[in-house]
């Protein structure tokens, strides 16, 4: 199986949200109201959030599709020209890697290193010197593949859903 990442286009902002819709509620940490996490989707992961991203040439959504099934992706990935919190040793420019997430039926295979990769060349491509994103600090299986990837964590920050704030760790590397 040959994989690539592609830039996203408006058309796949449908397919991308109900991907959205599917693995958000999986990042989120035990305990997360199940509603909470579908009103934060409905909020920000729409199909049309999605492509007015696709449609700003300041971001970077990404895809990894399935090869035997063109235009149903396996992984998404949204990149924002975005300041890092502040106090956090974060170099500058930089970009922030906002959404990364792959289909549960495809964790542990090349799916997501081939999306991490096409994340890190257009940070690079935009003139970016690092790269940092935002990880619930309880999830220790996301946060092992960032290390992987070289992301160090560089401080602490939160992220609200629904009632409940969560820790989140602030993981950055140099491009």
Request: hydrophobic residues 50%; neutral net charge; glycine residues 6%.
């Amino acid at each position: 199986m040959t994989l690539r990442a592609r830039a996203a286009t408006v058309e796949d902002a449908p397919a991308l949200a109900a991907l959205a819709a599917l693995t958000f509620p999986l990042a989120c940490p035990p305990g997360t109201d199940p509603a909470d996490a579908a009103a934060f989707v409905r909020a920000h992961l729409t199909a049309a959030r999605l492509a007015a991203h696709a449609a700003d040439a300041s971001c970077d959504l990404l895809l990894v599709e399935d090869p035997a099934t063109p235009g149903t992706p396996l992984a998404y990935a949204l990149v924002l020209d975005d300041a890092p919190p502040v106090g956090t040793d974060v170099a500058a420019p930089s970009r922030k890697v906002s959404k990364l997430y792959a289909h549960p039926d495809v964790h542990g295979t090349p799916v997501a290193p081939t999306l991490m990769a096409a994340v890190l060349a257009a940070a690079r491509a935009r003139g970016a010197a690092a790269a940092w994103l935002g990880v619930n600090a309880r999830n220790t299986r996301a946060q092992r593949f960032y290390a992987k990837h070289g992301f160090e964590v560089v401080g602490t920050t939160t992220t609200r859903v629904g009632a409940l704030t969560h820790d989140d760790l602030v993981l950055a590397r140099h491009l």
